[in-house]
């Protein structure tokens, strides 16, 4: 583990363990476990289930389409990774909007336990006992938690300590500064007759930040307009 960096423990609650084993077996995520600044533990919440058939969802009272996951096996799965420092997610679109500042503010955490839900959703008595909070990842529905889990755990790495080679970086992405990004080149200086800006081989850092900018707020008006009129720009 890298030094004065703080290690945080992430567990994911969901009835498909198996599958993260790809997206947290590659990539940075992999190379930061190895490192020891991140520990990512995987709990099947089937385990926590009574019963042979070891059944953990069940129609809904008030009837409706579709099936919702007990409360008992979601409960006892979570009080089983559960400490005093642990803040509980649970991955939903009726959740508070992922944004960069929500990455951040997750990063701060020492323990992060995340729920996915499947099917329906899960007994509104599980999450009012056990979750801090509920975050979505966006306007629409999936067919598990599991994908949104990933992304946010994927968004909020990048502010760990250690994490990235340029402990700026991350916040310089877009969406930080409430814009998105810039373009970006490297080499060849020009590719089918297609020159790097030469603003960018200048040297001239002050130039180059300005010129930056100019295409963030250039690209967020044709993309998010939205953005513009949060932040107050014109």
Not at 83 to 92: A, D, E, G, M, N
Not at 120 to 144: K, P, T
Not at 183 to 210: A, C, D, M, W
Request: glycine letters at 8%; charged letters at 25%; aromatic letters at 8%.
């Amino acid at each position: 583990m890298e030094e004065n960096a703080l290690k945080i423990t992430i567990d994911v609650l969901s009835l498909f363990p198996g599958y993260f084993s790809g997206p947290f077996d590659q990539s940075m995520i992999k190379r930061a476990r190895d490192k020891g600044l991140i520990e990512i533990r995987l709990t099947d919440i089937r385990d926590f289930a009574e019963g042979r058939h070891k059944q953990v969802d069940d129609r809904p009272y008030g009837g409706g389409p579709g099936m919702v996951m007990m409360a008992p096996p979601v409960v006892k799965a979570i009080q089983s990774v559960k400490t005093p420092k642990s803040h509980v997610v649970y991955l939903s679109p009726q959740g508070t909007p992922l944004t960069a500042q929500k990455c951040q503010e997750l990063s701060k955490h020492e323990h992060l336990v995340f729920l996915c839900g499947h099917y329906e959703g899960v007994d509104q008595r599980a999450l009012d006992l056990e979750v801090d909070e509920e975050v979505s990842i966006g306007d629409f529905v999936l067919s598990n938690g599991c994908i949104a889990a990933v992304v946010v755990i994927d968004s909020l790495l990048r502010f760990v300590p250690g994490y990235l080679g340029n402990e700026l970086a991350a916040y310089e992405d877009s969406f930080c500064e409430g814009l998105l990004d810039c373009p970006h080149y490297t080499r060849p200086e020009e590719f089918e007759g297609i020159k790097v800006p030469e603003v960018l081989l200048s040297g001239n850092h002050q130039q180059i930040k300005k010129w930056r900018r100019e295409q963030a707020l250039k690209k967020t008006r044709a993309v998010r307009p939205d953005l513009l009129k949060n932040e107050g720009e014109n």
